[in-house]
């Protein structure tokens, strides 16, 4: 699932929206600005509780792993190669990571969770153009389906059915869905994951929707994809002493823009 989750993209046709500009002002009287370094937080811009998340109970995910992921890295790189992009690019790391909460629904079918970081503005360029890529469903179960043999050595048959591309909501850039099925020892089961993405300025968020259930209603999608687009238009500066620089999987997975 971690691996789910590091992918960059799958397509979505919304052109991109202008950048929001961010004010740096101060208020009179408060102090100089050379006292203290202004960013965004990726925290201020993960899936929280609201509207999106009625029915769902919210609890920490599992704190990412320190250094670099095998099995993330195999992906990464099965899919940069589908895709064309040099290999070298694979080893992109932004300025800041946060995870929001894992939260639970429909007897424990269904998880929604989100993944926000700050980039650098040609960063988040190149990203709009991964997810623009109509190959990008395509490169998402070819690199999938490289992992299948290690799930299997631990008695699990994995099988991917389909990945696509679909409408994304209105303020996503891109929606895709994968639908895979293991079968086991304890039986079959089908589990479909829809990813939405979400770049605007130097940010990035990604949410994803997996469920085992049925798929997801259009208007959950919708109310998760008006709250982050809310929190991305009213990106708001402040003092980033003390903010993470690593909060969980990239979704700029590709690495920074090449001429």
Partial sequence: MAAVFAMSACGGDDAPSAAPTVSTERPSGSAS?????????????VLTEGPATSGFTGAPGEPADDGDDPEEDAVLRASAECLGVPLENVDYEPEATA???????????????STAEIV??????????LLANPRMADCLAEAFESQIGELEEEGV??????????????????????VMQASGPGGTVEVAMDLLFFVEGQVEVMVGYTTSGEEPQPERLRQIADQISTKLRNQQPRSIAGRPTEGGPVIGAFGPLHS
């Fill in 157 to 178: 048959d994995f099988e991917i059915i389909s990945a696509e591309t679909l409408g994304a909501p209105a303020g996503a850039q891109g929606r895709c869905r994968i």
């Fill in 99 to 113: 995870d929001g909460l894992t939260f639970t629904g429909d007897g424990g079918e269904t998880q929604i969770d």
């Fill in 120 to 129: 650098t503005r040609e960063q988040a360029a190149f990203d709009r153009e």
């Fill in 33 to 45: 600005p050379a006292a203290e370094e202004l960013g965004l937080w990726p925290d201020d811009f």
